[in-house]
């Protein structure tokens, strides 16, 4: 069973960061990720907004997840480089991440991800992107 098969399965029972955060996986397919994440008043930075570290943890996670659809057996990934614009702060609630394969490469992908709250109107929070290194296992 590949990770993605236990992410899939019981993603805080595999992932010790999704269980600490409250993290859920609502889609992983087709060169894509959506996670889910409550904000407590633990996750706080000093002046009562969410951490920032937080979003960039979120939208990270969710690119990886979208990576994982698109790995064939045998291949891993690794954050190599990420770059995230905060749009909006957040103090309660709800988060989203969705993550999205631009382009796969043998050695690189390449990915995008927005982080948003709210159900019925999205309120955007953050945009990263990021290149993740394509590892074979010898």
Not at 107 to 118: I, K, L, M, Q, Y
Request: with cysteine.
């Amino acid at each position: 069973m590949s990770y993605l098969d236990d992410v899939k399965k019981d993603a805080r029972a595999v992932n010790p960061f999704f269980r600490q955060m409250g993290i859920e996986v609502i889609e992983a397919a087709d060169g894509r990720g959506l996670l889910k994440m409550p904000v407590r008043p633990d996750m706080h930075n000093g002046v009562g907004w969410l951490q920032g570290g937080l979003l960039v943890a979120l939208a990270d996670e969710a690119m990886a997840i979208a990576v994982y659809t698109r790995l064939v057996e045998g291949e891993g990934i690794a954050t190599i480089s990420e770059s995230t614009s905060f749009i909006k702060g957040v103090r309660d609630g709800i988060i989203y991440a969705e993550g999205r394969v631009i382009r796969k490469g043998r050695r690189v992908a390449f990915c995008e991800s927005e982080v948003w709250t709210g159900e019925d109107e999205r309120v955007l929070l953050s945009r990263t992107s990021a290149a993740f290194a394509v590892t074979t296992k010898t």
